[in-house]
């Protein structure tokens, strides 16, 4: 089975940083693309970056130059350095990784991690 685990989370004050982790494991021939998602409580789950196994990256608008995605494809591990936090940033923040499991099996399959809470205070 794969397995995505999440770390870093925590609770900062505006304007400070953080660093969250997502390494993965298990049955893994191939990890495509990646991505960070967050869910602030009482709203929908939602995009806040993606990057492909070559290292494009995308950002939605309310982080674009405070947050930077990243991967160590040897470590099967995926970055999200968070800085300059706002109070809106406050959510539970969860990883997603496309993954092809065997090379013999066609396509691949979508992957979530348990999440992370990120908290920042006024």
């Known amino acids: 089975q794969v397995q995505l685990v999440e770390s870093g989370g925590g609770l900062v004050q505006a304007g400070g940083f953080l660093r969250l982790s997502c390494a993965a494991s298990?049955?893994?021939?191939?990890?495509?693309?990646m991505g960070w998602y967050r869910q602030a409580p009482g709203k929908q789950r939602e995009l806040v970056a993606r990057?492909?196994?070559?290292?494009?990256?995308t950002y939605v608008d309310p982080v674009k130059g405070r947050f930077t995605i990243s991967r160590d494809n040897a470590k099967k591990t995926l970055f999200l350095q968070m800085n300059s936090l706002k109070t809106e940033d406050t959510a539970v923040y969860y990883c997603?990784?496309?993954?092809?499991?065997?090379?013999?099996?066609?396509?691949?399959?979508?992957?979530w991690g348990q999440g992370t809470q990120v908290t920042v205070s006024s």
């Open positions: 990057i492909t196994r070559d290292g494009m990256t």
């Open positions: 298990g049955t893994i021939f191939r990890i495509n693309d």
């Open positions: 997603n990784a496309a993954i092809i499991t065997r090379p013999t099996v066609p396509g691949e399959a979508t992957y």
